[in-house]
């Protein structure tokens, strides 16, 4: 008795599982799934799509084919569902194929479609590496549909940052000595509450102002396709005073906003100061920069390079210049006596340096340690920046 029930119950299941199975296997074949066909990797289901005669019974239709996000703020990630049907009689096959950027990628379920099923095919975009800008990407899925063997999808929009500064730089190539300059930045907010400056910060108060007032779009700002979607406008207005140096410059303004997905923003101001009297030159001098390029050393051994002051003018011959500040202050820096040539008084300084000077590389200014040499003529301040470095 007991061995029959044990028999009846194990029979049970036994037709149980196998019924379940075949359900199973029904739903997934009416849905468009092929074990043979989806347990293939990924480069072998493109190469089975690419490879095989079309079906001539296998109709894909899909209604778009481009999706306009708008805009992302760069580091998000978003994605677009195309839905690709079956209007045909045979099984539509389908693979991804290609990306046009490592930025995208492309993912379709189900790879096979009965008639009538239909598959999804998801664009999956991200900015997290990406530059603010037009962004326009796309992929491409293989078919069986010998009308459609491939079919092309795209997304396109534009990435940006909630706040964007124009232009991201300031340059102003030739300041007159004791002139006043002036430029203007534009800051455009892109989220949908007003951008606002709450505060702006820079270290030089003594030679550099900057005054800032809600503004107006323009109609050169709602012809750009970038800017199309920003939806507030700030202007900043920076002020060069009298009294830099004769040479380059270079001031950070570091903004805050009422963004909190970007509180802090800004922009470098550069440029040069020139004298109309005095004219600098030597090996590793570069006229355009304003910037001496000393070279590269070793420690234990020093280097040299000698620089030449020319003064010019009415007042040439009664010129005189002096050291007034090294940076670093290990570094050497030596005047001669002058030496007058027809019109032109002449000074060669000689930078040295050291032997035992610290390794690293010596900049103007950005990363690095800073390096300069400031002169003064009695009538202004020279600023020589240096770049070198010292290595082990």
């Known amino acids: 008795m ?53 079906n001539p019974n296998a109709r894909a239709h899909i209604e778009d084919t481009v999706y306009h996000f708008g ?3 760069v580091r998000d990630t ?17 693979a991804e194929d290609r990306t046009s950027c490592y930025c995208l990628g492309i993912e379709v379920t189900p790879t096979r479609v009965a008639p009538g099923g239909t598959a999804r095919a998801r664009l999956k975009y991200t900015a997290e590496q990406a530059l603010p800008g037009r962004f326009v990407q796309g992929g491409v899925i293989l078919t069986n549909d010998p009308e459609n063997r491939e079919i092309h999808l795209s997304v396109e929009g534009v990435f940006t940052n909630p706040v964007s500064v124009q232009p991201s730089g300031v340059n102003l190539p030739r300041v007159p000595a004791g002139a006043t300059r002036t430029a203007t930045v534009r800051l455009y907010g892109f989220e949908d509450e007003p951008l606002q400056l709450v505060e702006a910060t820079w270290e030089n108060r003594e030679h550099f102002d900057f005054q800032w007032e809600p503004a107006e779009f323009t109609e050169e700002d709602r ?7 920003a939806n507030s406008v700030v202007e900043g207005t920076i002020t060069v005073k009298p009294g830099l140096p004769v040479g380059p410059f270079q001031e950070w303004f570091q903004l805050r906003t009422n963004y909190s997905t970007q509180m802090n923003v800004g922009f470098l101001v550069s440029g040069q100061v020139v004298g109309g009297n005095v004219s600098i030159s030597g090996q590793g001098f570069n006229n355009a920069t304003g910037v001496a390029d000393l070279g590269r050393t070793v420690m234990g051994r020093s280097l040299s390079r000698e620089i030449s002051i020319q003064f010019r003018g009415a007042t040439a011959q009664s010129a005189s210049v002096q050291v007034s500040e090294v940076e670093p202050a290990w570094l050497r820096a030596e005047l001669s006596p002058p030496r007058d040539v027809g019109p032109l008084r002449m000074f060669s300084l000689t930078i040295t340096v050291p032997e035992d000077a610290p390794t690293g590389s010596y900049v103007f200014t ?11 003529t009695g009538d202004e301040t020279i600023r020589i920046p240096l770049q070198f470095v010292v290595a082990r």
């Open 2 to 54: 007991v061995r029959t029930l044990f028999t009846a119950v194990l029979a049970s299941c036994i037709f149980g599982v196998l019924l379940g199975l075949g359900a199973a296997y029904s739903f997934l074949a009416v849905n468009g799934w092929d074990p043979a066909f989806e347990m293939k990797t990924y480069e072998d289901r493109r190469a089975a799509v690419r490879d095989q005669i079309a």
């Open 71 to 73: 805009i992302m703020h």
């Open 78 to 94: 978003g994605h677009r569902d195309f839905f690709i049907r079956n209007v045909g009689t045979a099984d539509l096959t389908l």
């Open 223 to 229: 012809e750009d396709f970038f800017l199309e979607f």
């Open 366 to 376: 950005g990363d690095g340690r800073r390096a300069h040499i400031l002169l003064e």
